[in-house]
Nanobody, 124 residues
């Protein structure tokens, strides 16, 4: 069983930056495909970004491409999401997710483990 704990959310002005972290425990971290999803009030959860086992392959939603960067540190069992040039429409609860054996998946149903989420609020 893998446990995921996100941190780093908060309130930021438009144009600002935040870095989210997700610490994993209880599994073989380097063999997990990792992703970030978000859910805004009244909307469905949506894919934000994903990363492969070694960090060499990264995937982004069009809405965040060029502004967000996903990375992972397999020595610290942690995945990060650096968010720059934040916009009010980025406001959401951000979730870290892990998938066994697969990487780069954009469908939330392909992920096996989820964190509890961290709130990101971007003011205009």
């Amino acid at each position: 069983q893998v446990q995921l704990v996100e941190s780093g959310g908060g309130l930021v002005q438009a144009g600002g930056s935040l870095r989210l972290s997700c610490a994993a425990s209880g599994g073989t971290f380097r063999r997990l495909g990792l992703g970030w999803f978000r859910q805004a009030p009244g909307k469905e959860r949506e894919f934000v970004s994903a990363i492969g086992w070694s960090g060499g392959s990264t995937y982004y939603a069009d809405s965040v491409k060029g502004r967000f960067t996903i990375s992972r540190d397999n020595t610290k069992n942690t995945v990060y999401l650096q968010m720059n040039s934040l916009k009010p429409e980025d406001t959401a609860v951000y979730y870290c997710a892990a998938a066994k054996y697969v990487v780069g998946r954009r469908n939330e149903y392909e992920y096996d483990y989820w964190g509890q989420g961290t709130q990101v609020t971007v003011s205009s």
